[in-house]
């Protein structure tokens, strides 16, 4: 295996709050410019990614069923105002140290009236994606006089272009990745089920001194025809010699995620299989080549839709088989997918910013018969601004053909 | 250990299925009953419980962010539709077999107005708490002649009573986290950490041939002070001698959930805080005693909120602590928290139903010192219409005072 980002280590962790910490306040300082810009004067933000960007407040995902309103927040010019029920107000003056933590019951539109005129606001942007329609009446009616704008994107767009320290901790997640499915290899053997393989993949990610405090997501462990459905779960199915074993898979390093994925062959490979393989493979190096171009300031740089087109149009030259119906890739940090998009969607028709990190992953799928993904997350710089340019895998497993069992 | 409902196996998985499969008619009867009383003649609905309750359509809880409108389902009086995006096709055809699987792209206002008219509504009860208020104007503009009516409750209430295979699942489940808990006794020493003891308790649940498809959510493991925080997550502080240790922690089995708390100590206890446990399990105790009585015929069916007094009035009674800020309990089935509500909020106003399962889960928290949290869940029925009153601890880990390490 080639040299993977070594597992982070507790000066690690406490650096990157330190980080986090030095950059929250120009974080959100360009959430307030955009205000000023909409004309706004307060930012009502309720996703978990956000909370943590911008107060430090962090929710595992399976705790925000059940944080209620805790760690929702609220930006205004002067103030920065993060909500906790009595469970949680420990944890957010702890965490959340630059914002004023605010008590809240059960029902916010109860204290929504006080909350807001507390900090002077008139016009707030919501989260409208993430606000439910319920929450949003209630809170229009309990202060008539506020009015609520639908945002969309405020934060999101900021978070597309990655600080040192968020890069880091992205590379740190990949090899934790890197290394768990190198140790896994030992296992894959015939007979051996899906399920049974993506738990084996998820122990070697999260067990004490991986370095990983979680899964990005749940691992997909699939077998033979079950590789062709793009989202999958590993089942009892036994593998068996003659066919692909494809896993998808991430870690979680300080709130930030990998994702990759590898198809993997079980004996011998047919000699359609393998060319499924070298064409799904030729069209992910050709992605990656334009990038590198791209770097050396040969190439302007490109939209994600083109990116995308590079690779889709190197299996569709090749005429065989259908190229992959999904997006080439996605940007990845606080959440596994985020902006930047790379697909034929109108999210991709601006060029890539920069410094970023997105997942470069075709595929063909035979259905009912095999499919093949590679994925690999790419650090992208363009450069500029004093920095060169920069194209760096950050995962490290290796990409060519792999027989295994 | 008590004997505790054995471990599921593959024939029961089955038996499960079809039991679901049975049901759901009379599931979908109910929800078309309300929505003529209601007088409107669609449901569209969102939550990933209520997919797999009416429709069959299974999403893991970690899935529920990539799935986009997959699963999401539109109820008519003759029709059940359920929306699968091209990732999703073949498992919505899988499981939810009694549906029309509509293909959908990524913006569903697009296809909305077509689709309601496919099913001739004209006035559509949506989950307005669950919907976001971005995808609610979307559809509301995009058949501005369908009235959308903000709906609550509506199958939430249903769930409450459960059926025989859904109380059998829920059993499962507490005999996977009981006999979890009695493995993970050997290593509870000195030295380890609370994080080291969440991974092992989590493998304990998870590993193949535990029966176990997924923890109710994450394990909460706490020492000493920590456990005065009834939403602390684990961390690497070592266990010493002296103090209390709290576990709380559920499994999953065919989609139903378990919950359960016990406090152990580490070492010989203080006689404080020896104290505070026995009060505690005094007051579940004597909630559990009341509903007992019920159940005999003894009392009339108690609301939430008294049973919840119960329990609440034996720590203030006592004086030396103050009781719990949170509720008694909660119901659980196919989501950790459900209804009935055992507690002092208005939700708690209602005589308990039958037969349903729910938590008593009193506590003692003393800030930055320890807290005593003891939580069980149980099987409730008073009876009547044909069956006789019957209530039974599902959760058989013992409730005594435990000294380990």
Redesign the interface.
Known sequence: MSAAAAAPRAADLVRWEDADRTARPERLARLRARMVAEGVDAYFGVRPEHMRYLTGFRL????E???GHSGQFLVAAEDLVVLAD???T??AARQASAARVEPIA?DLAVAWSSLVASVGARRIA?E??????????RLASAAPDVELV?A?GWIERDRVVKEPAELERVAAACGVADRALDSLLPAIRPGVTE??LA?QLE?LI???GSGAEA?A??VAALFGPEAA?????PGDRPIAPGSVLLFDFGAQVAGYRSDMTRTLFVGEPSARDLAVYETVARAQAAAVAVLESVVRGERPVPTGREIDAVARGVIEADGRWAAY??GLGHGIGLA??EAPSLGR?AASDAPLPSPTVFSVEPGIYLDGEMGVRIEDLVLFDAGGDGRPGRLEQLTNFPRGVLIVG
Chains 1, 2 share one sequence.
């Open positions: 595992d995902d399976g705790e069923k059940v944080a009595s469970r949680y420990i944890k059960s919501v409208a994606g993430f606000v439910s329609y319920a929450l949003w009446e639908a969309s399920r049974e738990w122990v999260r067990r004490p899964l997501f749940d459905l793009p989202h999958g779960a119906g999904h596994t997918h969607s």
